[in-house]
């Protein structure tokens, strides 16, 4: 059944990857569907499930969300060969279109049978690898950096020896991974040698072992967190068990920071820090930095949310409903004229009148980026009586592209990078703005010498595009 139909002002994630590996048959289809449920944040616009039974590999992929997808008749189909091995994936484009030859698990066959790969990530030398692969005579199929891995594993394969040729690929490749790799016996997963995307380890109470971009995903099929897999880990999993290598001791730890300003759900917890409490932190050093007089603190929905309580904790200001999330919209809709345009964010977003009329409001979102949506929100809310609204950031100010897995704008796109402070609060018609600053980001989110902070410093842990 091998099937292949093969703007918003925020930063988007790159994939949610998921993984899973039993000795015996079990639901293995139906598990990844809920594990990638469970990650649907991390990207909407196309999810694969790739499935082994240690002879047989299917897979079936399309361009949607999980539950636009895959159906029960689907998951049935693949539960048909009794799988004990499976990946799923769901992708944000940051690399490539959006057509389905390119949504993973990428699929090849090699000399020692069929591989899948599923990939969170960017690869900084993927298109220098693609054009040296391709002139030694690959083919490839698809327009993601992904491929650019599975071809050179394919490549290095010598002596039948899989893990011998990931070691030679990943010293090959520069930037951000976190990879499940899956063969017809066996699961592989590996994260880059910065640690910078996420991965996790858990186990279900069978036996059966679970690799997942966020540890939300294991508690929503019952699995139990195990322990993050480090950087520059390779842990391989087969029948007789699991196995560690670490193949690259070298590099200092450099987690993604905006995983725990926005990425990640907040019931997850990524290297030793949860979300949610991180969230809650921000907020409140957001009041130390700010400590402003209003009336009510209210959130930029759902993104500003556990900023927006910790703030409210802090200062003593209620915290209250000031805006309205559609949660029905669609990932698209139509806008057919230049009128409708200006007024989407209110199909997605409405403030709530009663709530906000004649008060001082403190308004909190995660991160402003270009500023577009914050200056609608803002002229929102005053057009529905709002006195003053005060904007707050619970990050720093955004200067600088992501080149590491982020989806970012043009740098010239970027309002901090072209405005002074005073400049972006008139063009986003705010009373006041405030970004927190990233000595406090830092110590919220629990240890100053462990995140990339590119986005904010320009300071990246590998070396990046001109």
């Known amino acids: 059944m091998l099937k292949q139909h093969c703007q918003t002002d925020k930063l988007k994630e790159a994939c949610g990857i998921f993984g899973i590996f039993a000795k015996r048959p079990i639901e293995i289809p139906s598990l990844i569907y809920y594990g990638l449920f469970s990650l649907q944040h991390r990207g909407q616009e196309g999810v694969g499930i790739t499935v082994s039974n240690g002879k047989t590999v299917d897979q079936y992929k399309d361009v949607g969300s999980v539950g636009e997808v ?5 998951i049935n189909d693949l539960n048909r060969i009794k799988p004990t091995i499976g990946i799923g994936h769901v992708r944000y484009s940051t690399a490539g279109s959006k057509g389905v030859e390119n949504v993973q698990p990428l699929l090849t066959n090699t000399r020692i049978g069929p591989i899948a790969t599923a990939h969170n990530g960017n690869l900084i030398n993927a298109e220098e690898i693609r054009n ?7 083919n490839f199929y698809t327009s993601v950096d992904s491929e650019s891995i599975i071809k050179l594993i ?3 394969l010598t002596n039948n020896d899989i893990v011998n040729a990931i070691r030679k690929t990943i010293m090959n490749i520069k930037g951000s991974f976190s990879l499940l790799i899956m063969t017809k016996d066996r699961l592989i997963g590996l994260r880059d040698p910065y640690g910078i995307r996420p991965l996790c380890l858990g186990k279900l109470p069978s036996g059966a072992y679970i690799l997942a971009s966020e540890s939300c995903a294991l508690d929503v099929i019952g699995a139990t967190f195990i322990r993050d897999i480090k950087k520059g880990e390779m842990v391989v999993i087969t029948k007789n068990g699991i196995k560690s290598i670490i ?3 070298n590099q200092m730890q450099h987690t993604c920071i905006f995983e725990y300003v926005y990425f990640a759900r907040p019931d997850s917890t990524i290297d030793g820090v949860n979300c949610y409490l991180s969230r809650i932190a921000q907020g409140k050093s957001l009041y130390q930095e700010h400590p402003l007089k209003a009336d009510m603190v209210i959130c930029a929905p759902d993104s500003g949310e556990h900023a927006a309580n910790g703030y409210a904790q802090a200062s003593g200001i209620p915290y209250g409903v000031g805006l309205i999330k559609n949660r029905y919209i669609a990932r698209t809709f139509i806008k057919p004229t230049q009128e409708l345009r200006e007024r989407s964010v209110y199909i997605k977003l409405n403030p709530l009148r009663v709530n906000i009329k004649n008060k001082d409001i403190v308004l909190i979102d995660d991160s402003i980026v270009r500023g577009t949506t914050s200056h609608h929100l803002v002229k929102a809310l005053k057009n529905a009586g709002a006195n003053k609204v005060y904007l707050l950031s619970a990050s720093p100010m955004i200067k600088w592209p992501c080149f590491l897995g982020i989806d970012t704008p043009n740098r010239n796109q970027l309002i901090a990078t072209k405005h002074s402070l005073t400049s972006m609060r008139k063009i986003i018609g705010c009373d006041y703005l405030g970004f927190l600053s990233l000595e406090k980001l830092i110590q919220c989110c629990g240890n100053k010498d462990k995140f990339c902070t590119g986005c904010f410093n ?6 990046t595009p001109k």
């Open 70 to 74: 895959f159906n029960r008749e689907i």
């Open 132 to 138: 040296q692969l391709e002139r030694h005579g690959s």
């Open 154 to 156: 394919s490549k290095n």
């Open 247 to 249: 193949y690259n001791k």
């Open 458 to 463: 320009g300071k990246y842990p590998v070396k």
